[in-house]
């Protein structure tokens, strides 16, 4: 039963200087027990004039008093301590992102509170002091909260309790006078009521922005659906009509084959009732001279001349060619037709099939969520080399086809896609869909744009230049403006160049939009956006016009 109540309640013997349970306990004369190390040393402080007080009800001792150690209550502390030890149960301990208590020697319980004046973590043994002593009484205590320093200012070591709105920290009440003396400071409850109050308007426009998100994946959910729906239906009308067409060509070829095969059996059949008339005619015409060679042989000059009368001598009148054949008789010629026929229809799908795929990118765009940040505008970034074949003679290129310069006259072969006058160079390749890339110039200035690949080559018209016709768009840098051409229309940007020289470029080609950007340490500035239906694929470019100004494509990772 002792072992019971001792289990029962373990505050009893915890030492009230330590407020830990006793070690290596100690009674002193007035009966109130502490640990050895504890009374030592709190004596070893209150040493005045050989006068000696008992921390809890304050009797004086004279002399200091020799200190033994008592066997029972330690004895009695050993049992508590196993007992404890069997009485706390495993999810009472400090597990992993658990608040341990600071007090508890060994494994750590869990803290049940935190006090913000003592900067301590106490688990429900170790907290009783707090509730039954009128020393705490003032102490704060809160929910158990890890890294308690953090709460103490690192210059004065006291609690923050201080809000500076001119440096936006907390402070204590000593850093009001020095460091933060002239600042405008409140406590840190009327600091953070204010800033909670800018929270709840932050939070009010988190919630419209939810609400207006919410509202916009819902209609894109419905159009997803509607969008599947009109693909599947548009996929069996396509089907069908192909399969249409197919059918239709076949019909012709049946046509066509069976045509040629009822021309074939009349023509053969003439032959053949022309072969047998010719066949009769060769057979008569042999008998006929048999005859007369037989009767040319006779010696009877009597009969000679009677059977002459019965065999005539001189053919009839009109022997001649009966037939007329025609050498060049053939089908040459329907294969030449046909053959005609399947480039036309080829040429006529290719076009078809170019407006058909216009039509199914530009015309069925679901959504376009506009990138907002560089690492977004990334995920569409494409790698761009220089064609030496568009480089005008007196452009270089270098490091693999991704710098360009202009200079002295270089070697180039002619080639129908170089730029013959205007010191312009296309990439290899072409973008299409959703593309971005980056380009950064210096010296005196640059051309950045994009063509399709129809522009002209030869001559110095505006045909020919980037910028100056409809099939080209173009940004123009110097080193204190923008300017943006298409169609020869100039449009003057607002914008400096600052520091940065690098232009990153972004095509939506569904949605109609190319945009230019101002590329710099703080992020994307957008200096630009055309809007057009762009029905082909676009080629980027560059006019490079000043010598020592040399535009390079720079690498995306």
């Known amino acids: 039963m002792a072992e019971a109540s001792v289990a029962a309640d373990p505050n009893q013997f915890g030492c009230p200087i330590c407020l ?43 002399p200091r008093p020799l200190l033994y150690r008592n066997t029972i209550l330690a004895e009695v502390m050993e049992k508590l301590k196993t007992g404890l030890q069997a009485a706390t149960p495993a999810d009472h301990y400090a597990g992993p992102g658990d608040v341990e208590c600071d007090s508890c020697t060994g494994r750590k319980r869990k803290a049940a509170k935190s006090c913000l004046v003592c900067l ?12 039954e002593s009128p020393a705490f009484k003032k102490h704060k205590l809160t929910d158990p909260i890890g890294h308690l320093q953090d709460k103490v200012c690192s210059h004065h070591d006291k609690p923050l309790e201080v809000y500076c709105r001119t440096d936006q920290q907390c402070i204590c009440n000593l850093c009001t006078m020095y460091e933060h003396r002239d600042h405008d400071t409140v406590s840190a409850a009327e600091g953070r009521m204010e800033i909670q109050k800018q929270m709840g308007e932050t939070q009010k426009e988190f ?24 693909a599947k239906s548009a996929v069996e009308d396509s089907e069908r009509i192909f399969t249409e067409m197919i059918h239709s060509i076949e019909r012709r070829r049946s046509e066509v084959t069976k045509l040629i095969r009822d021309q074939e059996k009349a023509a053969m059949s003439q032959a053949e009732r022309d072969m047998e008339i010719l066949k009769q005619e060769i057979d008569e015409l042999k008998r006929r001279h048999s005859e007369l060679e037989q009767l040319s042989h006779t010696q ?62 530009k015309d069925t765009v679901l959504s376009a969520l506009v990138p907002r940040t560089r690492a977004e ?13 568009t480089a005008n003679r007196y452009l270089s290129l270098s490091e693999e086809n991704r710098k360009v310069t202009r200079g002295a ?21 072409s973008l299409t869909g959703r593309c971005y890339w980056e380009a950064e110039w210096s010296g005196d200035g640059a051309e950045i744009g994009v063509t399709y690949k129809g522009i002209g080559r030869k001559g110095d018209s505006a045909d020919c230049q980037l910028g ?90």
């Open 20 to 62: 830990d349970q006793l070690k290596d306990p100690v009674t002193i004369a007035c009966g109130h027990s502490y640990c050895m190390s504890c009374i030592k040393s709190y004596w070893d402080q209150e040493d005045h004039a050989g006068v000696y007080r008992c921390p809890q009800c304050r009797q004086t001792f004279t």
């Open 120 to 131: 301590v973590s106490y688990c429900e043994s170790h907290l009783q002091p707090h509730y």
């Open 207 to 230: 919630q419209q922005r939810i609400q207006m998100r919410e509202k916009e994946l819902q209609e894109l959910r419905e159009a997803v659906g509607s969008f599947r729906s009109s």
């Open 300 to 361: 009877d000059h009597i009969h000679f001349l009677q059977s002459c009368q019965d065999v005539p001598v001189v053919p009839e009148a009109g022997f001649g060619p009966r037939i007329s054949v025609y050498p060049r008789c053939s089908f040459e010629n329907v294969r030449m037709v046909v053959s005609k026929l399947k480039d036309q229809l080829e040429n006529g799908c290719e076009k078809k099939t170019a407006e058909i795929h216009y039509t199914v990118t």
């Open 377 to 389: 505008f990334l995920q569409y970034s494409c790698q761009l080399t220089l064609d030496p074949n």
């Open 409 to 429: 006259e270089q070697p180039y072969p002619d080639h129908p896609r170089r730029f013959h006058c205007w010191p312009q160079v296309l990439c290899r390749e």
């Open 468 to 557: 100056a016709n409809d099939k080209s768009w173009m940004l123009c840098c110097s080193h204190d403006s923008y300017s943006v051409w298409h169609n020869n229309k100039q449009t003057v940007i607002p914008i400096k160049p600052s520091g940065s020289r690098r232009v990153g470029v972004y095509l939506d080609q569904a949605a109609g939009t190319l945009s230019f950007y101002r590329v710099s340490s703080d992020g994307l500035t957008l200096l630009y956006s055309f809007t057009s239906s762009f029905t082909e694929p676009l080629y980027p470019g560059f006019g490079v016009y000043y010598v020592n100004s040399p535009v390079s494509l720079c690498m995306l990772g």
